[in-house]
């Protein structure tokens, strides 16, 4: 009785709150993966089968503007009148269907969302051509002057599409639930090399003209382009990297593993599905860690350390190659079941290359940065929920540590609960069965019903998946992973300066994840001379690894007196480096400690982020929280 009151209660939830499917081309009632309502788009993609986009760009750095044509295939399955895309800031010229010019329409902006595009189609119009360039305001877009490169010789552009920017860069059905192969013509200046994802050219040709193809569908949130002075070195042979002249040896060494990532990868959730993986290096200016773009993951130069220590970033973007790319997010509320899944693949892919005492840290520092994250945005709040509800907002705002920590704990929880083995079956099970396809968390969770849990009442008491997926906080039941590795970091981080210091200390063999750790564990009343003595200790201001000289600069930004060295390095690593994650904590910490330093140097350093960056900073620096 109890077995069957839960489950049907939990059922009963989950469909309750299952928004109005409206998959692709109407197949929504018999395909259990058809995507559900996505809110985040305005075009009509369920009735208008977009199959397949040819584009034939042009990229102008001069004007700095993307022009030329969108070529769709399409389907008018649901023989509607009207096809509506999304673009946002884009100038739309002309558009022909099926060679004829029609009069095409496009709405006022709306906030977030951008403009609806409107064409005219008939029942069994098959080619819609849209003539645009994109306007100041693209927000996928990022135009580098020259200094702002590596090389400081020639201009670089990369776009970042998720999770709804590609309507900057090109008139498109933008939703994540919406899959279509591409082709593109991509005209660039002759010194600069042209890279998507997608099939990639590994060196510059003379005629300035690249040509790519993307046969595998994908949603428009993957589009990606990076332009430059860009080189190629190979790992083995379906591995590789690609960055500026500048940057390609230091990269080349330390993604030497990348290779044997990616066979680690497939040993534990099956084959990789896209060809080759290869990763490019970008500018500082990279507005995030990495990008999972298929075929050629977008990085950051800040996880380039020299000495191959922050490359568990590269496993989380492989990993997407499964969870994400392959079985994609129905809706932006959905993220978890990208990034969340995520997570927990690439611990898993760590734990299979440097042992369990080393993914046991991953963990534990994932579960301290989820305890912040709730406490910030409040244990009860809506947004700490994995099912995000982001109707009428920007999906901006789900981009939280919620999706990523909440979700792969939510994830670890069930390994632990019906054991490793199964879970692993089941996941890669998962992988297969919905491969290229989209998912909602509704879906998700009776899939996990049918598949794995089989309604058993004792699995669900235990698991409590409602208070995970629809409850706020984080539920009692949460792993935790207690690293052994972490008791001489922690022991230490409690004596030093009391009377112990560096010279007494052994750290020879400390990860990143220790030194962590130990910085995480510095008091928050920190005195001059300790933060001092910690320097002339272990060098933190002039390290090379950007996430211990981030977790140094929020030490330092504890302590009621400026320390200078720090201070100095801080504005160094300010002034070039774009990645949000580290950026906005340091000016919201700057902000309350020197609102007049913070203002000048984002003043100085502003044009050197991207422009989502600069719409986050611009809020900060003006004293506003951010939303
Ligand atoms: N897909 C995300 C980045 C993203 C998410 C961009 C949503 C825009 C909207 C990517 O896979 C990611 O999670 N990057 C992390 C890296 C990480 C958690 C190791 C980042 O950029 O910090
Ligand atoms: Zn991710």
Redo the contacts with the bound molecule.
Sequence with gaps: MLKNFCITAVLLFVFASCSQPAGEGGKATTDTTASARDEHTLSNADSVKMQHLDLDIKVDFGTKTISGSAAWAIDNRGKVKTLHLDTYDLTIDSVFVDGKKVVHTLDSMIQFLGSRLNIPIQDNSKEVVIWYKTGKNARALQWLEPHQTGGKKYPFLYT????I?ARSWIPCADGPGIRYTYTAKVAVPKDAMALMSAENPQQLNDSGIYHFKMDIPVPA?LMALAVGDIRFRSIDSRTGVYAEPTMIDKARYEFADVGKMVATAENLYGPYRWGRYDVIVLPPGF??????NPRLTFA?PTIIAGDRSLV??V???LA?SWS?NLVTNATWND?WL??GF??YF?RRITEAMLGKSFSDMSWELGYQTLVANVAELGKDSKDTWLKLDLKGRD??D??TDIP?EKGSHFLKLIENTVGRQKFDAFLRKYFDEHAFKTITTEQFLSYMDANLLHGDSTLYNQINVKAWVYGPGIPPNYPRSNPERFKAADSIAAIYGHGIYGKDIETRNWSTFEWLEFLHKMPDNISIDMVKKLDEDFRFSSSGNSEILFAWFVVALKCKDDYMPAMTAMEGFLSTVG???FIEPLYTALMKRNPALAKEWYKKYRSNYHP?AQESLDKITAGQKLS
Excluded at 160 to 163: A, D, R
Excluded at 287 to 292: A, L, T
């Design positions: 970042q599409s998720e999770s920017y949130y507005p995030i860690g990495g990008m999972e950051t568990d970033l496993a989380h973007e997407h994400g993220f990208n990034e995520t997570n690439e999906p901006d789900g981009l990523y990645r949000r994650k989502l």
